[in-house]
């Protein structure tokens, strides 16, 4: 026996002792190995996105110095200023805001759209509902706080039913009081693609066309990192995301940025903090060590991410599952849905993404009726992070089509490990049956 063999055999034991059985193991190899030049296509994209990062830590001198925080009020926060100078870098922008007291995303981009938006003022989305829990800041869903209730008006224009934009209906709606545009780079929980960062490009040049100073902002949450370029590149103001998911490397323990123009984000600033006091307070506690150091890991970490979905969508879709995006189509967020058709299925496969985390492996996830759903809910998470959503995660309505949205994975080798325990869940429960000739001889 070589040492490969070897090897290969220790991999194969332990898999076996996590209850990996031997036809789970040999079909994920072997479509694994059908996607190397993907992957290496990933790496690519990693190494020019990790150079990047470095380059822009170097060019805004990031010190030891700057590792350590601030307390009280937080005046002269060496790390703090840094770090946002590092983050403009990396998104081109001129300026940004990185703190722990933003709470969230959602509070990232309510931040953003209060700050910049004043009563009689109008936003557009051109690209149809966005995420969610914006529905209430925006107040699409009448709540308390939200933009309806300051006077700002919302108007929508949705997609054509093939996914592009509807241009014609675009022009009309941008008018006088137009002041701000949101667009969802991610498709969150929807039917539609992904937008990739040139489609973005497009949309916002076609906006600027008609009206030239409307501010474009850009969630990005799940985007950052997957391509080469960002929104800013492309002509946007504003782009805003969470440190719970790509950008904070699964080492951020909360938080949320806004980069862009240097007018937006100090609107945002003297809108988080106070006006007269923008910028220069917010304590950073004792976070910015891992606010640094999980931007660092974060191309590599989204890129494994990403692996991890190539692989589930190649693999379930190899099992007769339509998978949302499919097994070739280019990404340019890190989700992936499957469509089970079952309550079955979706909970057979949140528990096998259960059985595979470091933390709470041995918890079962149920389905649940979680607030601001209309149907039950089941969720697997087993984060070091609570909610992190960078790290392996899944959740599933429990309503047609059965779809299961999953995400995340500090390491592939996590991420093909919860996937591989989702197709035994699915195989111990009589959902899945493997096709025995794929089974490979080698090994
Ligand atoms: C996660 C997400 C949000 C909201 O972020 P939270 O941190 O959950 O509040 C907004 N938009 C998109 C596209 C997201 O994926």
Redesign the pocket.
């Known amino acids: 026996m070589n040492g490969t063999n070897e090897i290969n055999t220790d991999t194969q034991n332990i898999y076996k002792e996590l209850e990996i059985s031997e036809q789970v193991y040999h079909f994920s190899r072997e479509i694994l190995e059908s996607l190397k030049a993907r992957f290496d296509e990933i790496d690519k994209n990693a190494e020019y996105n990790q150079l990047k990062v470095i380059k822009a830590m170097q060019q805004n001198k990031v010190s030891e110095a700057c590792l350590s925080g601030t307390t009280g009020y937080g005046y002269n926060d060496l790390g703090r200023e840094t770090l946002e100078a590092v983050y403009a870098s990396v998104f081109h922008a001129e300026d940004a805001l990185v703190r722990p007291q933003i709470t969230?995303?959602?509070?990232?981009?309510a931040l953003a759209l209060m700050s910049n938006l004043r009563p009689g003022d109008e936003l557009l989305s051109p690209a149809g509902k966005?995420?969610d829990?914006?529905e209430e800041v925006i107040g699409i869903r009448p709540s308390k706080g939200s933009l309806a209730e300051y006077g700002v008006s919302y108007k929508q224009i949705d997609l054509l039913a093939d996914g592009s934009f509807d241009y014609d209906r675009i022009r009309n709606a941008v008018s006088e009081k137009t002041k701000l545009v949101t667009i969802?780079?991610?498709?969150?929980y929807q039917t539609r693609s992904t937008f990739s960062v040139k489609a973005i490009g497009e949309l916002i040049a076609f906006v600027k066309a008609i009206k030239p100073d409307v501010i474009c902002m850009v969630?990005n949450?799940?985007g950052e990192f997957v391509e080469r370029i960002e929104p800013v590149e492309v002509g946007a103001d504003m782009v805003v995301g969470?440190l719970?998911?790509n950008p904070g490397g699964g080492l951020a323990p909360i938080g949320?940025y806004i980069a862009g123009k240097k007018e937006c984000v100090e609107n945002a600033a003297y809108r988080l903090t106070s006006p007269g006091l923008g910028k220069e307070v917010g304590a950073s506690l004792g976070v910015l060590r891992d606010f640094y150091h999980g931007l660092f890991l974060a191309p590599t970490v989204t890129a494994s991410a990403l692996k991890g979905a190539i692989f589930a969508a190649n693999l379930y879709e190899k099992l007769g599952f339509k998978v949302i995006p499919n097994a070739v189509e280019s990404r340019h967020?890190i989700?992936q849905a499957v469509e089970f058709g079952t309550p079955e299925g979706v909970i057979a496969f949140c528990k096998g993404i259960q059985a595979a985390a470091p933390v709470d492996s041995f918890v079962t996830p149920e389905p649940w009726d979680m607030p601001g759903y209309d149907s039950q809910v089941i969720m697997a998470a087993g984060a070091f992070v609570s909610?992190s959503?960078i790290e392996l995660s899944a959740d599933g309505p429990i309503k047609p089509p059965y779809a299961v949205y999953f995400q995340g994975g500090l390491t592939f080798e996590h991420a093909r490990f919860g996937i591989m325990k989702s197709l035994q869940s699915l195989v111990n429960a009589g959902i899945v049956s493997l096709p025995p000739k794929i089974m490979s001889k080698k090994n």
Do not use: E, M, N, V
């Open positions: 969230c995303g959602t509070h990232a981009l966005p995420y829990t914006l969802q780079r991610s498709k969150g969630d949450c799940y969470s719970i998911k949320g967020d989700i909610g959503s």
